[in-house]
């Protein structure tokens, strides 16, 4: 059995930036947070309200423009687990607060002995509420890149709550995959809680699904943990894309 893929006919420029990136290194390599959030939303997976601030003053004007309360976080392609060094600040009210975060991702990150260039600092709105659910794309040695999706967050490790399904996705596909986890019934609304928007997460799913399509050759993985599913509308609230190195 063999699938055939039927490829976009445009990629959108983040997927020809990171084809063109590809070619030229040798080793697989992670993009940073903001430039994995720009692919993942090229291809229609919601994202928060953010932007990358090089200065404490740009972050403050970005979080101002953003609205109170907003998260920070330092933004490398080298830093892959960034709560891990304080290098998350969550909950920021006010001004003063985003010059404090600031510091202190500063100062976590020099008492880490992170010595990298960092390529800013990014200011998201800070999403309350939703269900956390995880979704991605991982390279299997035999069957090549397949979609992911299940239950988030801690629920990741704790219950490891996934289902798996090879691309093209159509919505239909998308559906079935997430029927196939116990985060459909929190989904669907449990024991009295409100349903969640399931459209949302299809449309995430599908548009991983064309990630899948367009780079079946480079992607390595993509991991969106968590994916905040909301009543109304969704958001990827962190992002990791790793990519398979194509150069000599």
């Not at 063109?20 to 947070?33: G, I, P, V």
């Not at 979609?147 to 996934?162: C, H, N, T």
């Not at 596909?173 to 669907?188: G, N, Q, V, W, Y």
């Not at 079946?216 to 398979?244: C, M, Q, T, W, Y």
């Amino acid at each position: 059995f063999r699938r055939v893929l039927f490829r976009s006919q445009a990629l959108p420029a983040p997927a020809v930036a990171l084809r063109a990136r590809a070619k030229t290194e040798a080793k697989s390599f992670a993009l940073d947070e903001a430039q994995s959030k720009a692919l993942l939303a090229a291809y229609g997976v919601p994202m928060a309200k953010e932007s990358v601030a090089q200065t404490k003053a740009e972050a403050v004007a970005a979080a101002q423009k953003v609205g109170f309360p907003v998260v920070l976080k330092a933004v490398s392609a080298k830093l892959l687990h960034k709560s891990d060094v304080g290098a998350v600040q969550l909950n920021l009210a006010d001004a003063k607060a985003v010059e404090a975060a600031w510091d202190r991702i500063e100062a976590n990150l020099k008492a880490h002995n992170f010595t990298d260039k960092l390529e800013g600092m990014l200011v998201s709105e800070m999403v309350k509420g939703g269900l956390e659910l995880v979704m991605g794309l991982h390279r299997d040695p035999e069957s090549g890149v397949i979609v992911m999706a299940g239950s988030g967050g801690v629920l990741l490790e704790l219950f490891k709550d996934v289902a798996f399904a090879a691309p093209p996705m159509s919505r239909e596909k998308a559906r079935d995959l997430i029927s196939r986890t116990k985060a459909s019934k929190l989904i669907a609304g449990y024991r009295g809680s409100g349903a969640m928007d399931m459209d949302a997460m299809v449309d995430a799913l599908v548009g991983l699904g064309r990630i899948a399509v367009d780079l079946a050759d480079v992607i390595e993985s993509v991991d969106v943990n968590p994916f905040v599913l909301l009543k109304k509308g969704g958001v990827a609230l962190d992002g990791l894309v790793v990519a398979r190195g194509l150069g000599a």
